[in-house]
């Protein structure tokens, strides 16, 4: 399918940049009208994972009234994070049940083994599918921001032709589909903002797994730690069975799997976001797939996507994002 560069989406003229348009959201957007019901899962390494539920009030002539829309946060977010939450509610007064589920040690209690999460650990998402088509759902969609975004992809490209008949759409936003661009985009002086936030939040967690798996996890070694990069060198490549941060970012990059995906796909991007650079999208490659629909927004930075009137409570990528699934074709 094509690539499509719009400017459907115009922010508000108080934010005129890429980083306004993405902080303003994570830090002042409010939403307290989601009540999750939250469900706990063993994972086949008796570790955990915690699902919240929020269905959406069934309507008799709500023509997908079993559907289920499956969302996958970002680094270091939650099911909590305001881009879920506010998903959540749009996706549910649309008649959709969804269910945000957070990754290892992210759901408020650490997992129980030594490993974490990351960009590439599919098998999780593929559990928490597996569980919601035991019970009952025959028509689910993903949808997934940031880490979650390239997660998915890479889920839907490992499974190929051989998708469940069941998953029937994805949407995506903000994804860095090439890891290692965009961990070393996110060192640069810039954006080191969003470095520290996210190292901040990393360094108790490691501590926390010191104690008790002091043979997988020395936390002395944080003191190495100056970069997302370096964190992913010395922690996220060993715990999870790659050799460093490049084998990691090379096996779990979204843009080596995308080729194989065989769904309507919709990956949205801004062009100003400041963590995932636009020249690190794979738009000629994109440009080749059947399936898969590669939509650059001038405007939303990472994860943003606020809409320019004050008022609004839907965001442009709430909107854009239903229009997708109920859509009967790409584009």
Known sequence: MPVIRTSNHKPPFWLPNGHLQTVYPALFRIINSVHYQRERIVTPDQDFLDL?????????????KNNLVILSHGLEGNSTRQYILGM???????GYDCLAWNFRSCSGEMNKTSRFYHSG??????LVIQHVFEKGYTH?????????????LKYLGEKGAGIDPGIKKTVVFSVPMDLKACSLEIVKPQNRLYQSRFLKTLKPKVDQKAVHFPGDINPADFKFVATLYDFD?????????FQNADHYYEMSSAMFFVKNITIPTLIVNAANDPIVPVNSLPV????????VL????????????????LFQTNYWSELRALEFLRSESLL
Do not use: M, Y
């Open 52 to 64: 919240d539920w929020s269905l959406a009030p069934k309507k008799p002539d709500f023509e997908g």
């Open 88 to 94: 959540v509610r749009f996706l549910n007064a649309q």
């Open 294 to 309: 590669l939509e650059i927004s001038d405007f939303g930075g990472h994860c943003g996507f606020r809409p320019s009137g």
């Open 140 to 152: 689910v969609d993903l949808l997934g921001f940031s880490l979650g975004g390239n997660l998915t």
């Open 233 to 241: 060198d010395i922690f996220t490549a060993p715990l999870h069975g």
């Open 121 to 126: 650990a599919t098998e999780d998402l593929d």
């Open 284 to 291: 000629g490659l994109i440009n080749t797939l059947p399936h």
